[in-house]
Nanobody, 114 residues
Framework: QVQLVESGGGLVQAGGSLRLSCASS????????MYWYRQAPGKQRELVAV????STNYADSVKGRFTISRDNTGMYLQMNSLKPEDTGVYYC???????????WGQGTQVTVSE
């Protein structure tokens, strides 16, 4: 069983920055692909960024503003130039090197005010 815990959310003004973190209960070396998703009020959960090996991909809406990264201690999402439409609950998701199950964190709230 893998437990993921997000942190770093909060309230920030438009144009500001936040850095989200995702800690894993299992060794990061056991984790294959990692994702950040978000869900805005009344909307479906959407993929924000993904990191697999040395490759990263981003939703068009966050390209150039968000950066996903990982190291031996966790995964991160650096969010710059935040906009009110970035508001939502941000979730960490991961798959292991063995198996196809996706593991999810409980989410962290990000609120961007005008």
């Amino acid at each position: 069983q893998v437990q993921l815990v997000e942190s770093g959310g909060g309230l920030v003004q438009a144009g500001g920055s936040l850095r989200l973190s995702c800690a894993s209960s299992t060794r990061m070396s056991m984790i294959n692909v990692m994702y950040w998703y978000r869900q805005a009020p009344g909307k479906q959960r959407e993929l924000v960024a993904v990191i697999s090996g040395g490759s990263t991909n981003y939703a068009d809406s966050v390209k150039g503003r968000f950066t996903i990264s990982r190291d031996n201690t966790g995964m991160y999402l650096q969010m710059n130039s935040l906009k009110p439409e970035d508001t939502g609950v941000y979730y960490c998701c991961a798959t292991l090197r063995i198996g196809s199950r996706h593991y999810w964190g409980q989410g962290t709230q990000v609120t961007v005010s005008e």
